[in-house]
């Protein structure tokens, strides 16, 4: 269970997009955020509108199969140092829907900062798979609790807000730790993924349906997960 904080009368984490009466897996989006910030997000947002495109891709290739899909609200902006507290919203979240669904199998897709809060709360039990698209990983971030999970890390090559090379260093120690792990590197993508955007939004649906097993995973993640090689795509 995630650890308790005296932060007051909390909000749920869990914000439900497109709930279902029996569900069999969850799909739950996490937006990217500040390395420090303590005041909540604003109503508008936007790296939570960065992730609405992406978000309609993941409903339209997983409509008509039982699986839930759901976004993280986050306290406070920013990840906020030792406390962590995007990944701690994450644990909450998805305690929240454990709570609700059951144990059902969680794909978690984050972008930046929300890419480092999957990766972290990871380490719960409902998690099968991470889904990363530009994600910041320090050089010391742990990966030790990713084994028999699946990750994949998008990353564009002209990304200068976060290190692509830390997602090919974190994806080595993941494989170290027995996760089956790979990276992707999106040819002339930026952090915002607003370069090449069709092919951020295609992939990521893709990998996310492939990871369900609602149809055969994009080519090149397939390669990437076997050979552990970096790809280009």
């Given amino acids: ?29 996490l937006h990217g955020g500040r390395a420090d910030g303590l005041r909540p997000p604003p109503s508008w947002n936007l790296p939570e ?17 039982s699986v839930l899909l759901g976004r993280i609200r986050y306290r ?10 995007a990944a701690y919203d994450a644990r909450r979240a998805l305690d929240e829907l454990a709570a609700a669904a059951g144990g059902i199998p969680v794909v ?8 480092r809060a999957a990766l972290s709360a990871a380490s719960h039990p409902s998690v099968r798979a991470v889904v990363g698209l530009a994600p910041w990983c320090p050089p010391d971030e742990a990966a030790g609790h990713l084994g028999g999970r699946t990750v994949v890390l998008l990353h564009g090559d002209r990304d200068r807000t976060t290190d692509p090379g830390g997602s090919a260093a974190f994806v080595r120690r993941a494989r170290e730790s027995g ?20 092919l951020w939004h295609t992939l990521t649906a893709g990998t996310v349906a492939g990871l369900l097993e609602l149809g055969p995973l994009p080519g090149a993640v397939d390669r990437a997960l076997d050979s552990g090689a970096a790809q280009a795509v």
């Avoid at 509108?49 to 199969?65: F, K, L, N, V």
């Avoid at 406070?76 to 507290?85: C, L, Q, S, T, V």
């Avoid at 978690?108 to 890419?115: A, D, E, K, P, Y």
């Fill in 179 to 198: 996760a089956r792990a790979c990276a992707l590197t999106v040819t002339g993508g930026d952090h915002a993924m607003l370069r090449r955007p069709g």
């Fill in 108 to 115: 978690l897709v984050g972008h930046s900062m929300g890419g």
């Fill in 1 to 29: 269970m995630s650890e308790r904080r005296d932060d007051g009368v909390q909000q749920p984490a869990l914000i439900l997009t497109r709930p279902c009466k029996a569900p069999k897996a969850a799909v739950l989006l």
């Fill in 49 to 65: 509108a960065r992730m609405r495109p992406i978000a309609s891709r993941i409903a339209a290739a997983t409509a008509g199969h």
């Fill in 76 to 85: 406070y902006r920013g990840w906020n140092g030792a406390r962590a507290d």
